[in-house]
Nanobody
Framework: QVQLVESGGGLVQSGGSMRLSCAAS????????IDWNRQAPGNGREWVAT???????DYADSAKGRFTISRDNTQNTVYLQMNGLKPEDTAVYYC?????????WGQGTQVTVSS
């Protein structure tokens, strides 16, 4: 079955950096687009970044210039490098993919940015 597992979250000071990982299994990872999304308490889930199977990337305006999404198909892992973190980035971060028409989400990893 499709499985996504996020890791790398934690507490960081504003202006700091953090790298999140999303380890995938249960499907041919290299063939699928992966995206990162986040959700703060009381807010809806917000799209952050996408990387396609070919390696093309897109970012939300809030992430552009600060975040970098990448993938390592040999490790079945996608990364989100976050620099210049702000308290507004505090959220649970989820990775997602769509396989055979169905969305699959990881359990999420908490990122807390202190001011």
């Amino acid at each position: 079955q499709v499985q996504l597992v996020e890791s790398g979250g934690g507490l960081v000071q504003s202006g700091g950096s953090m790298r999140l990982s999303c380890a995938a299994s249960g499907f041919i990872f290299s063939l699928y687009d992966i995206d990162w999304n986040r959700q703060a308490p009381g807010n809806g889930r917000e799209w952050v970044a996408t990387i396609t199977s070919s390696g093309s990337t897109d970012y939300a305006d809030s992430a552009k210039g600060r975040f970098t999404i990448s993938r390592d198909n040999t490790q079945n892992t996608v990364y989100l490098q976050m620099n210049g973190l702000k308290p507004e980035d505090t959220a649970v971060y989820y990775c997602r993919t769509r396989v055979r028409g169905n969305y699959h989400w990881g359990q999420g990893t908490q990122v807390t940015v202190s001011s």
